[in-house]
């Protein structure tokens, strides 16, 4: 919800939104669009003019390997988009990383040649899938930007209860955050967007250029 959010409130903006999974992008592509938010077509990212939604494979092929050979895997992408310079033309005004506790070291390097205003990595380190890899708590100390969210609008207060106390017992400080639960109606499956996801919404709009923030 909050992603969403962040989306919404920047529109007009040249604005890029990199994920992991295509389903992921896809589902998040027709949230938007029933908001009315116009995706732009990946083959234009050289040449931002909008809202561009994709995986952080097809950032590094449509931005930088447009000139190259075929190569055999999605990781190498990645590694000679590190290497090739975006055109002079590729310039964001915000750029998203969704599920950034995953991010390995080679997909950070990628991100940091991006040309953008700004960054913002959303994430949360309980979810981590990709063992090996500490680059989201490297982000999270280095930045001075960051910004807990703490409501939980999907789970009983009996359920944010066990998961605080499983958190506190098993994560470090900086990536355990005590949840609250805001749910109104246990029986619902609607999840709706509240007041903290639209503060941190407008917050990020306003913060000056050259920045990094990160949501946990």
């Known amino acids: 919800a909050t992603l969403v959010d962040i989306v919404n409130c920047l529109h007009g903006l040249k604005v890029l939104v990199l994920m992991y999974g ?39 092929y449509h931005s930088r390997n447009y000139n190259m050979s075929m190569i055999d895997g999605y990781d190498e992408y990645i590694q000679q988009a590190i290497i090739v310079p975006p055109r002079d033309t590729e310039l964001w005004d915000y750029v998203i990383i969704d599920e950034a506790q995953d991010l390995k070291e080679g997909y950070y390097n990628m991100i940091q040649t991006i040309p953008t205003k700004h960054r913002i990595y959303m994430g949360d380190g309980r979810q981590q899938i990709n063992t090996g890899t500490n680059i989201y708590n490297t ?6 930007n960051l910004r807990k969210l703490s409501y939980n609008h999907r789970s009983t207060r009996e359920i944010v209860t066990t998961l605080n106390k499983f958190s506190e017992a098993n994560f470090s400080v900086n990536v355990h955050i ?11 499956l609607i999840i709706v967007r509240g007041n903290q996801s639209t503060l941190v919404a407008h917050y990020v709009k306003e913060y000056p250029p050259g920045s990094t923030y990160v949501i946990s």
């Open 178 to 188: 005590p949840q609250i639960s805001i749910m109104t109606d246990p029986d619902s």
């Open 139 to 144: 982000i999270m100390d280095s930045s001075e």
């Open 22 to 60: 295509v389903n992921v992008e896809s589902q998040f592509k027709r949230r938007l669009s029933a908001l009315g938010t116009k995706i732009q077509q990946k083959g234009t990212i050289s040449n931002p003019t909008g809202t561009y939604v994709v995986t952080l494979h097809k950032y590094s």
